[in-house]
């Protein structure tokens, strides 16, 4: 009786992403692990790349799909501030994405991505898409093996879905949530998700990417070269600064580091 072979050349590596944008900034975050079903292959493998000093790049899905596509955006990125000595805007480079991801269609990079930051208007923007390009601007986006367990509890908390007015609270709108409170979302989201799936977990990276035009109420403060930082990162885990000097500096990246638990 003849027997079938079946080989696939994809599988999915485990871990989870998520982003969410404000008025003046867009966290995007990601866990470290990478595994195989049950079988952790590291502990260490990061899913959030810097782009540009705006732009920053969430990949969740095949690993080795997730960096062939970093390397493919990168170059183009690469090539665009040689041709036009500036870099690319963030609306610029969530269509090339598309466009990247739609020209694999027939064998796409199996690769689900969030990108996030700032657009040339100075607001936090996240766009989600799936495997072969199709994409949106959203406030708030997770996805990865715990995406069942991230996006339901954003969608109640940065979203407001399900949650009713009553005479001495309203509902804000969604996308005006105040940094500290976008971080804490953040790190409970993924302290839980911990808790509850094997392929989440062992660190967690936090990219804040924060607009470069200060708040009305900042112009008497600082200048619009150096945005004043109202709130102490450091309280949310050791912190670097990326593209300056230090996290004051214009350009700067910060990324938050912090340990989830290694089970």
Same mark, same amino acid.
């Given at each position: %009786? ?15 992403? !998520? ?7 867009? *966290?995007? @975050? $990601? ?18 790349? +810097? ?14 799909? @997730?960096?062939?596509? *970093? ?7 690469? %090539? ?7 870099? =690319?805007? /963030?609306?610029?480079?969530?269509? =090339? ?7 694999? +269609?027939? #064998? ?7 990108? $996030? ?41 940065? !979203?407001?879905?399900?949650?009713? &007015? ?16 976008? /971080? ?5 989201? #993924? ?15 936090? #990219?804040? *990417?924060?607009? %470069? ?13 150096? &945005?004043? %930082?109202?709130?102490? /990162?450091?309280? #949310? $885990?050791?912190?670097?600064?990326? $593209? ?9 990246? =910060? ?9």
């Amino acid at each position: %009786m003849p027997v079938g072979h079946q080989f696939s050349p994809y599988t999915s590596n485990g871990g989870s992403i !998520m982003a969410i944008h404000g008025d003046d900034y867009c *966290v995007i @975050a $990601g866990d470290t692990r990478q595994s195989e079903g049950y079988n952790i292959q590291t502990r260490y493998k990061p899913k959030v790349f +810097r782009l540009t000093d705006k732009a920053t790049l969430a990949t969740n899905g095949f690993s080795a799909d @997730a960096e062939a596509l *970093v390397s493919r955006i990168k170059i183009r990125l690469e %090539m665009y501030q040689h041709t036009h000595g500036r870099s =690319m805007p /963030l609306h610029a480079i969530a269509r =090339m994405l598309s466009t990247i991801l739609y020209s694999k +269609r027939f #064998f796409p990079y199996y690769v689900y991505n969030i990108l $996030g930051g700032i657009d040339e208007e100075g607001r936090g923007a996240v766009y989600g898409y799936d495997p072969v390009g199709s994409y949106e601007r959203i406030v708030c986006c997770a996805s990865g093996a715990a995406q069942g367990l991230l996006q339901p509890f954003l969608d109640n908390q940065v !979203m407001f879905k399900n949650q009713m &007015p009553t005479p001495e609270t309203s509902i804000p709108e969604p996308g005006h949530l105040p940094l500290p409170h976008a /971080l804490r979302i953040v790190m409970d989201s #993924f302290t839980s998700a911990t808790e509850r799936h094997i392929e989440v977990g062992d660190g967690l990276e936090v #990219f804040i *990417v924060r607009s %470069m035009k200060p708040r009305a109420s900042e112009e008497t403060a600082t200048t619009a070269q150096q &945005p004043a %930082m109202d709130i102490s /990162l450091e309280q #949310f $885990g050791a912190v670097d600064a990326l $593209g300056g000097e230090d996290a004051f500096t214009p350009g700067a990246c =910060m990324v938050i580091r912090r340990e989830l638990k290694k089970d």
